[in-house]
């Protein structure tokens, strides 16, 4: 989806960011380690003290402005043109389409014994959610029971399923495939 193409661009860039930094002070480190000269205009200069509290404030700006422009992205919600309503219940999900009248039904992991051999383990349901491609997709998310947590990792999508609350996350698919969802909680 294209809000999981720009999570792993803000994940590229924190992590070019970081790669400069540690090589940066790893070479600084290594040259002060092998070398005992010291330059004696460095050690009492109020313009050294200026640019390393200077340059950490411009490299944490450099961070935070792209991860908060993500943030807005990632709870910004288009109109939907279709709305699902995932209801977390201890160890299976129950489904509605909102927009159609009476379609709704539950969804459990298929046991181990009955797996396929291409099948994938606590991933495979028996019924699977089935959403349009290239269309603004909406899903409210709540619990019957306890505190669960919706995700579906390739879409970029997760949110909290809380008794009495209603969530909700907006995503789009890029393309057709088979994506697997999971309840990332410790929920039973």
Not at 140 to 158: F, M, N, R
Request: proline content about 5%; hydrophobic content about 45%; some cysteine.
């Amino acid at each position: 989806s294209p809000l999981m193409e720009q999570l792993t661009f803000f994940h590229d860039h924190a992590m070019i960011v970081l790669i400069l930094i540690t090589t940066f002070v790893g070479y600084m480190m290594g040259s002060l380690f092998f070398n005992s000269l010291t330059n004696r205009f460095l050690l009492e200069n109020q313009t050294i003290e200026i640019i390393w509290t200077v340059l950490p404030a411009l490299i944490l700006i450099f961070i935070a402005l792209p991860s908060l422009r993500l943030l807005y992205l990632l709870d910004e919600v288009n109109s939907p043109s279709i709305t699902l309503k995932a209801i977390g219940h201890q160890w299976y999900w129950s489904y509605e389409y909102s927009d159609f009248l009476q379609v709704e039904f539950d969804s459990y992991m298929v046991p181990t014994t009955d797996l396929p051999q291409s099948g994938f383990r606590l991933l495979d349901v028996d019924n699977r959610t089935v959403l349009p491609m290239n269309t603004q997709v909406r899903v409210l998310i709540t619990a019957a029971d306890v505190i669960h947590s919706w995700t579906v990792p390739a879409l970029g999508v997760k949110a909290d399923a809380v008794p009495g609350r209603l969530n909700q996350v907006s995503f789009m698919i890029n393309r057709p495939g088979l994506f697997y969802g999971q309840c990332s909680e410790i929920c039973g």
